[in-house]
């Protein structure tokens, strides 16, 4: 018989940006709100790499119970027994190191996508999880959507007949004066010292889409790495600003489209006047996602029988109204939670083995281009006193 009292995580967060701030203040919102009533959350401590202060702050703001502690090192946190899974949301130039760290202290780990800066570090990242017997999980929360939960459904339902093609395109209109972009050249956007540029920050979205609809839908035993076809501008500072891919899965006559830039934008207005850019198409109809690909708001279904007029479906990210706040990054902390309960070590929603997959068509882009990063970021040999797990220069 199953419990009625909800099985109860307590989290651990390492970094203090605006990413740890949204995604803390979803971990506190009361379930109820989106009507999960099985799991639930605690943020037990908080960590900066600069100072307990800042922890301290953090936790202030975002309004954590006062007994939630505060560290001003990620050393301290990963050691705190009172933690059960760590939240990783450092810039994904810090991923890797920040996520060995954690895991080799026995901590499972959610960590913020991009995974990491290569295909060699997920690898490294995956192999000491399954080694360790702990649960490790790349936090897309895009896929953890009901509206993403739905699009799969339709893909797996046949709805559409076979999915041929999907295009998919995550771009913000940053273009300024004399070739510049809108972001200061220290700038992780734009910083290659931060694993900066469009890809590995915007354009993992797109192929968020094309993976779930392409690749995450075929059959377990027919799954295919698509071959892969890049074009990369890079700006002044080595990171890429316009990246566009074409994923090819020949056994599954299938083409994703991959678009990202620091240039254009997807909605130059924010309104959705540009339209759907998401589309994905079968040979009975396509789904447009309608909204930003990493917080997407509608889905449109345009069938050969439509005449006319697309099945339009709305979806919303339900708000804790005592606290006044949902952002929607809380579904895939409920995944991690339920995942934790049943023992499972990897999401079925995202395995490990996507997550390699992804970031190989990740690895070969950047190739293609010509995009390098500093070793310190890139290596695949765990530094526990590496200057991105002690925050020292």
Known sequence: MASSTPYTVRWGILATGWIAETFTKDLLTNPASRDVHDVRH???AVSSSSSKDRA????????????????????????????DIIYVATPHSHHFQNAMLALTAGKNVLCEKSLTVTAAQTRKLIETARSKNLFFMEAVWTRYFPLSIKVRELITSGALGNVYRTIADLSVGRDAPEGKIDFPDSNRMVNADLAGGALLDLGIYALTWVFQSLYHTQPEEEKEAPNVIAAVNKYHTGADETTSIILQFPKHKSHGIALTSLRVASEPDNKDTAGASI??????????????????????????????????????????????????????????????????????????SESIVIMEVMDETLRQGGVTYPEVISTDVFDPQSPLNTGKR
């Open 279 to 352: 589309r994905i198409q079968g040979g009975l109809g396509e789904i447009q996602v309608v909204g930003p690909a990493y917080r997407p708001h509608q889905l449109r279904i345009i069938t050969k029988e439509s005449d006319g007029k697309a099945e339009v479906i709305d979806f919303t990210i339900p708000k804790d109204k005592e606290r006044d706040w949902g952002h929607g990054m809380f579904w895939e902390a409920d995944e991690a939670a339920r995942c934790l309960r049943d023992g499972q070590k990897q999401s079925k929603t995202l395995p490990w």
């Open 56 to 83: 301290a702050d953090f936790i202030k703001q975002v309004n954590a119970p006062s007994t939630t502690k505060a560290y001003g090192s990620y050393h301290e946190l990963v050691a705190d027994p009172d933690v």
């Open 42 to 44: 605690e943020v037990v």
